[in-house]
């Protein structure tokens, strides 16, 4: 269990269900941290592709590739999707 957990109410005044909470909770810091660890790595990524692109003599975005990216996250998460890419693009590029 991690130490920001310890001590914190789950809400449940059953034991058993306290555990499992806790366990749950647990698993679900364990993706947040996954989903930190992965959003600073894509951004990373994403402004080594533009800075390779400019210094190639192109454009500093693409925006068909951006569009793609948009697509794909609204497909799979619904209008949230949409919201959830704009954030990551921004992240990678800056804000235009």
Not at 11 to 22: N, T, V, Y
Not at 25 to 50: F, H, K, M, P, T
């Amino acid at each position: 269990m991690t130490a920001n957990m310890v001590g914190q109410p789950t809400g449940a005044d059953e034991p058993l269900a306290d555990h499992e909470i806790r366990a749950m909770r647990e698993r679900i810091d364990e993706i947040d941290q996954a989903i930190i660890d992965l959003w600073q790595e894509r951004a990373r990524l994403s402004r080594e592709v533009g800075r390779t692109r400019m210094a190639s003599g192109g454009t500093r975005l693409v925006l068909s590739r951006e569009r793609e990216i948009v697509e794909r996250f609204r497909s799979a998460l619904g209008a949230d999707g949409t919201q959830v890419a704009l954030m990551i693009l921004r992240a990678g590029r800056g804000p235009l």
